[in-house]
């Protein structure tokens, strides 16, 4: 037979778990610093091409008009498509997407360095 617990230690047990959570990723923080990702940058006024093209060689995820997102390395941007290689989870495949079809580009701007 199952005994039962009382809602004090199931509390007890939640508030141990949670500030060990805390402590675990307080200390993984704290010896690093953010830093910038050398050749990173949306410019704002220009196209969406124009930024594309200075993405190339980088990993970005894009988000289509259907709500499909896809993540690779920006291989080429010619006038009206863009060649996504190493597909995450297809990293054997390439896509060529329409830039006119793309509502987003999401880019790792910062990373973390350990002291």
Known sequence: MLKKTSGFSKTMTI????FML???S???IAGSKTIPVEGMKFTINASMMDNL????????????????VLIGIVKSVGENLV?????????????????????????????????
């Open 83 to 115: 060649h996504l290689e190493k597909i995450e989870r297809k990293e054997y495949y390439d896509s060529l997407i329409r830039i006119k079809n793309i509502q987003a580009i999401e880019a790792r701007f910062r990373t973390t360095q350990r002291q």
């Open 22 to 24: 805390l402590v675990i």
């Open 26 to 28: 307080s200390n993984s």
């Open 53 to 68: 093209i200075a993405l190339t060689d980088k990993r970005v995820t894009l988000t289509l008009d259907g709500g499909k």
């Open 15 to 18: 508030a141990f778990f949670s």
